[in-house]
């Protein structure tokens, strides 16, 4: 089993960054993938971005692409999602998921955060 904790949202105001956190205990994160999703009020989550175990082959929605960088560091069992020129739209709750492989796919991932919550402010 393993146990995903999100941290490292708030409020910022439109142009400002923030950097979620995703650290893994229990069985950590192993070989697997991880994903970071998003689920804005009253919508349906949605894929951000994914990197596989060793690091390469990040993916990124096309939404934030050019603004998010997804990293992760194994020895720490944390992957990190850097948000830059952050807008209103991004406002939302944002969820770290582990799977075998990397997938756009919430279906593809087995365990899942609580999630953080991130305001962007106009």
């Known amino acids: 089993q393993v146990q995903l904790v999100e941290s490292g949202g708030g409020l910022v105001q439109a142009g400002g960054s923030l950097r979620l956190s995703c650290t893994a205990s229990g069985r950590t994160f192993g070989s697997g993938a991880v994903g970071w999703f998003r689920q804005a009020p009253g919508k349906a989550r949605e894929f951000v971005a994914t990197?596989?175990?060793?690091?390469?082959?990040?993916n990124y929605a096309g939404s934030v692409k050019g603004r998010a960088t997804i990293s992760r560091d194994n020895a720490k069992n944390t992957v990190y999602l850097q948000m830059n020129s952050l807008k209103p739209e991004d406002t939302a709750v944002y969820y770290c998921a582990q799977g075998k492989a990397s997938s756009l796919s919430a279906w593809a991932y087995d365990y899942w955060g609580q999630g953080t919550q991130v305001t962007v402010s106009s």
């Open positions: 990197i596989s175990w060793s690091g390469g082959m990040p």
